[in-house]
């Protein structure tokens, strides 16, 4: 009878941790997912014949207000066409431009997903209007060097500590060897009363 009572509580036990490593796992995954772009003005492959503003939205609120996001437009003859900064707006960037002559041009994004980590890309294009402007060596703002170049998303969290998947995957595992050890320690007691 107390061997039944010893082998009731283990398994509830083993339930419980059971569920608790099924709800780390399951917000670790959550948590280490990251923001994606989900629509631009112009998109992918356009071609436009007036264009006064780039416009990103993505899947979720962007962090960086502090001048982490950055959009820069590079034309066919490599100079900048975005005429101000990037503005951040919940899940959407947009930066003011004025194109130069026309053909192919790309647009330069980073952004701060919501988790943190940068994620980056670009979106080329073609123009087909008018010179609106003769362009700039550099972009406006000084953070925006490089911004198509940014450091591709990871799953190492920005602060240098664990990731909410190595987290889920070191509890599950201490989770693993607890019920384990009481198995072990139930069937020596077991043994022990027959």
Do not use: K
């Amino acid at each position: 009878m107390r061997s039944r009572n010893a082998l009731r509580r283990v398994l509830a036990g083993a339930a419980v941790i059971a569920a608790a490593m099924t709800a780390a796992l399951g917000g670790a995954t959550a948590a280490s997912a990251h923001d994606s772009l989900v629509s631009s003005s112009p998109t992918e492959g356009d071609a436009v014949s007036t264009l006064s503003q780039v416009t990103l939205d993505f899947s979720a609120n962007l962090l960086g207000a502090d001048g982490g996001n950055v959009v820069i437009v590079v034309g066919p003859d490599g100079r900048h066409y975005e005429s101000a900064c990037t503005e951040l707006a919940g899940p959407s960037l947009t930066t003011e431009v004025a194109l130069g002559a026309p053909g192919a041009y790309q647009v330069e994004w980073r952004a701060v997903s919501s988790d943190g980590h940068p994620v980056s890309g670009v979106i080329p294009f073609t123009y087909t209007g008018e010179s609106t402007s003769s362009g700039a060596e550099q972009s406006p703002c000084a953070s925006a060097v490089g911004a198509g170049e940014a450091a591709p998303a990871s799953d190492a969290p920005a602060g240098g500590g664990m990731s909410g998947l190595t987290i889920g995957l070191l509890a599950g595992g201490g989770a693993v060897v607890i019920v384990g050890i009481l198995i072990v320690i139930i069937l020596r007691t077991r043994s022990r009363e027959d």
